[in-house]
């Protein structure tokens, strides 16, 4: 039967390193504060106006050249992100237009952290459905420019980093493939992870006021987060192998998305699943929301710790809340 598998992938950082030290210039912390609470040890800011849309095009083009195809083989983008270029029209259009593709279906996710599960569960639909061939998966933030880098932010700022990753998903008939991707929400805690303002349901939707507030910046109540996220992921793992007749023994590579690399380490050990197994890269980028997985997973690619015939679990946690894993054989 006809599956979704990954036909190649990119992902792309901004030059501008910023490490836990030059934010302590900025505000009342310390490196041993953010290593020791979250493993980050530097992230990449964007220098100037740079849009998320910008970062996935060269995701996007690095993805395309990894399969072997031409962005006019595209014909669904998806477009994963809770920081778009702008209010609206969303990102996946602003992409469409920059890879040169105009006509093709574009469409914005807006499912945070686990954005890009959401992305690659439609695909897989679109694909086995036979209503697309080639999809382009994307998971892209430019979160610097939308954080409060002073003292009152510093809960949230030192955590973020911009950043964008990428799949060519496309058909198959091969043992390798999307086998499942298992999704969740719960809105009743929206309110525990979110950015206020500008909203629709504010009149009027931004204000002087609301700036001094700081009302347009992220809110997080990172604790309950935090307890959120050490439960739902173990739980969504089990359920996803359960129901596809494996076990944690049988999972070759784990790559979660990378909030807090306390969490990951909290989630392993509940699991009971070996560390050196477990994929972690934001020491580095810091938490790049959407795009944290597909980061992960291609640098783990690339490096030769995801390899032909593994059976790759994917797995995210993040505002709405939202929460996901998908199994993969690679
Ligand atoms: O992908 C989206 C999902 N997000 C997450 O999964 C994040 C989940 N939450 C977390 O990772 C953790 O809750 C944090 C890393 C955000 C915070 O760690 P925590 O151990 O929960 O710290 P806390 O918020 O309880 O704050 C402890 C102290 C506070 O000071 P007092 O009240 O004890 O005097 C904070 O004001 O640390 C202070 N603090 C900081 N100090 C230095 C908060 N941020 C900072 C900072 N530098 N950047």
New binding site residues.
């Given amino acids: 039967m006809t599956g979704s598998t990954f036909l190649g992938m990119g992902h792309f950082v901004p030059p501008r390193v910023v490490t836990n030290n030059d934010?302590a210039v900025l505000?009342?912390?310390?490196d041993e504060?953010?290593t020791q609470?979250?493993g980050i040890k530097e992230r990449h800011w964007v220098d100037g106006d740079v849009g998320a849309s910008e970062l996935a095009e060269h995701a996007s083009r690095q993805a395309l050249a990894e399969a072997g195809l031409e962005p006019k083989d595209i014909d669904l983008i998806l477009f994963a992100t809770l920081s778009p270029d702008l209010n609206f029209p969303g990102s996946a259009c602003l992409l469409q237009a920059r890879l040169g593709l105009p006509g093709v279906a574009a469409m914005d996710i807006r499912n945070?952290?686990t954005g890009f599960l959401y992305g690659l569960k439609t695909a897989d639909a679109y694909i086995r459905s036979g209503l697309a061939k080639h999809v382009l998966v994307v998971g892209a933030e430019v979160h610097s420019t939308g954080l409060d880098v002073t003292?009152r932010g510093?809960?949230?700022?030192?955590?973020?980093g911009d950043g964008a990753g990428c799949a060519v998903v496309g058909p198959t008939d091969g043992e390798s493939r999307v086998i499942d991707t298992e999704l969740h929400a719960d809105g009743r805690f929206a309110e525990i992870?979110m950015v206020e303002a500008p909203a629709s349901r504010l009149n009027p939707r931004l204000t002087a006021e609301m700036m001094e507030q700081g009302r347009h910046y992220p809110k997080?109540?990172?604790?309950?987060?935090?307890k959120h996220?050490v439960e739902r992921l173990p739980e969504v793992i089990h359920s996803i192998l359960k129901r596809n007749g494996y076990t944690l023994a049988d999972v070759d590579v784990l790559v979660p998305?990378?909030?807090?690399l306390?969490?990951n380490e909290m989630v392993a050990r509940q699991l009971g699943f070996p560390a050196e197994k477990i994929v972690n890269n934001i020491q580095k980028y810091g938490?790049t929301?959407a795009a944290?997985i597909p980061m992960a997973l291609h640098e783990a690619v690339q490096d030769g710790r995801v390899h032909k015939g593994n059976l790759v679990l994917l797995a995210g946690?993040?505002?709405g809340l939202t929460w996901g894993a998908s199994l993969v054989r690679w």
Avoid: K
């Avoid at 505000?27 to 310390?30: D, F, I, V």
């Avoid at 510093?154 to 973020?160: E, K, Q």
């Fill in positions: 934010l505000m009342e912390t310390t504060w953010i609470r979250t945070q952290c003292t510093r809960d949230v700022a030192v955590l973020f992870l997080m109540d990172g604790r309950s987060v935090f996220a998305h990378q909030a807090n306390r969490i938490n929301t944290s946690f993040g505002a």
